[in-house]
């Protein structure tokens, strides 16, 4: 499982001297496993000692001269004076001039970077979508964001969703609720105490359309586009609270008559009328009760607004509420069903990951998905099946888990998805499926002779479980590995894995593992 590292380093170069060819030729392939079995957990205690868990230190480049080293002793003199100018610079006044971000403006960054991506930035200090959300501050700078985000990236929608908690999406809706009138913002608090999803989608996509108009308040538009997006089942829930409230609040009934003065398109209309149907049912004498609060014509208005809801067919209703249904409902299965998948041809930068040796096990994928029927002839049988194969993917490599979707850049690849593609939601993994990922993994041990007696535990610790980034090439995408002495070892690899194409893949991967 994942264990959040506190600090990150983007690249690391060591550039060493060698007096003689064959000291330099006998010291090269050593020096990476020297990089990261020994100098990078020794630098991370001096990072430990210099840091703040409130606050993000950034350091663009730090460059340090070790002198000469002995031939002999090279490894622990390399190591110490390392340690000494990392401290030494790290006390120089120019240090004192460092970028430091404070955790709430990080958490900010990785939570936008998260929503448009699918994934982390390499240098988050954040481990999971719902670290996040203790941090985050709901200031209306951060909601300005969100709304752009929800307009331009319809995965990003899905995503808050699926990767967040109720709780947090609960505060989003109250605190940008604030930004309405106080009978509008009094009607969302009411909606949202039922922790209804649904219910919560409707709010989100309303409020991001509300606040995309200039203007909202000056014509009303909250309460018409809550009415638009509305299911059958939420117009009841705002009829319980107008049932309530039309009778003590003249604002809102002001607001909620003048829905009806205006010329409204016919699915609209009919919504309209649902909706006072509703409520007449729940208050058969509201009516009367509202006659004194209510000037006479817009008395008249509801009125006949009374009689044409008693008189309105409910077969004929249905039929043009369903047409129209909510306009949320239509755009999330536009964006699930119809969507192209996303290549990103124009990516650009690096992703890191920690299960970078699934590449391991491409010989086997084929047959896997085959044989859990996601796959059909070299290609996945629906959109879901991508998804639950990425999950498929990532129980290989950890067994059971609760890994959030920013892990699964890698799988998403091998998948033919998009990176940013959301991944999807109730994606379980069947025990029949689970036990044929586990003689998958025994197979692997089988024909890797050299494992021998290795459990499927050791292989997932040793080799599947392995740092790596992604980036793209010409020509598809390139994995790079992070090495390990153990390595030794895929030198008896019985399959190669320089080169990764999937049949259903676009593109090829091509991984440097040495």
């Excluded at 009689?307 to 239509?330: Q, R, V």
């Excluded at 994928?365 to 044989?371: A, E, Y």
């Excluded at 998009?418 to 994606?427: A, H, M, N, T, V």
């Excluded at 459990?455 to 598809?476: A, D, H, M, P, Y």
Aim: charged share 25%; glycine share 6%.
């Amino acid at each position: 499982m994942s264990v959040l590292q506190n600090h990150k380093i983007y690249t690391a170069s060591l550039q060493v001297d060698f007096e003689g060819l064959e000291e330099g030729l006998g010291l090269q392939d050593s020096l990476g496993l020297f990089f990261y079995e020994k100098i990078k957990p020794a630098l991370e205690k001096v990072f430990d000692r210099h840091g703040n868990p409130n606050e993000t230190i950034v350091l663009d480049k730090l460059e340090l001269d070790c002198g000469n080293l002995s031939y002999s002793n090279w490894e622990e003199e390399f190591l110490q004076k390392i340690l000494v100018q990392l401290e030494e610079n790290l006390k120089l006044p120019q240090f004192g001039k460092k970028e430091i971000v404070p955790v709430e403006k990080k958490a900010e960054e990785v939570f936008t970077h998260f929503l448009e991506k699918g994934y982390f930035p390499w240098n988050s200090p954040f481990s999971s979508p719902r670290e996040l959300e203790d941090s985050v501050v709901l200031e209306m700078s951060f909601l300005e964001n969100l709304k752009k985000i929800l307009i331009k990236s319809p995965a990003s929608f899905q995503r808050l969703f699926g990767s967040f908690s109720e709780d947090f999406i609960s505060r989003i809706i109250i605190a940008w609720s604030q930004k309405l009138n106080s009978q509008e913002s009094d009607l969302v608090k009411y909606l949202n105490r039922s922790r209804n999803t649904a219910l919560n989608k409707i709010l989100i996509r309303t409020l991001e359309l509300t606040f995309s108009d200039p203007d909202p308040a000056s014509s009303g538009q909250f309460l018409k586009i809550l009415i638009n997006q509305c299911s059958q089942e939420n117009l009841s829930a705002l009829a319980e609270y107008f049932g309530q409230e039309l009778v003590r609040d003249r604002k809102l009934l002001g607001a909620f008559t003048a829905l009806f003065t205006e010329v409204s398109n016919p699915g609209f209309q009919k919504k309209k009328m649902i909706l006072w149907k509703k409520i007449l049912r729940i208050d058969p004498e509201i009516i009367l009760k509202l006659k004194n609060s209510l000037p006479e014509l817009d008395f008249q208005i509801l009125t006949e607004a009374t009689h044409n809801g008693i008189n309105l067919a409910e077969e004929g209703a249905e039929m043009g509420f369903s047409e129209s249904l909510s306009g949320l409902e239509k755009i999330t299965n536009k964006e699930e069903m119809g969507q192209e998948i996303e290549i990103e041809s124009e990516f650009s930068g690096e992703i890191f990951v920690e299960n970078a040796g699934l590449v391991l096990l491409h010989p086997f994928l084929t047959g896997l998905f085959s044989n859990l029927q996601l796959t059909e002839n070299g290609k996945f049988v629906a959109e879901y099946d991508q998804g639950l194969a990425a999950r498929v993917l990532q129980f290989l490599v950890y067994g059971e888990n609760e890994l959030t979707e920013n892990f699964y850049p890698l799988n998403k690849i091998l998948c033919r998805m998009g990176i940013s593609q959301f991944l999807g939601e109730g994606l379980e993994i069947t025990e029949s499926s689970k036990t044929e990922c586990e003689e998958l993994l025994q197979a692997v041990i089988g024909h890797w002779s050299v494992l021998k007696n290795t459990s499927i535990g050791g292989l997932r610790e040793t080799f599947l479980q392995r740092n790596g980034k992604i980036s793209r090439v010409e020509k598809g995408w390139k994995l790079q590995v992070e090495r390990k002495t153990v390595d030794v070892l895929l030198a008896k690899l019985p399959w190669g894995m320089g080169i990764v194409k999937l049949p259903w893949m676009e593109d090829m991967m091509f991984v440097e593992w040495e």
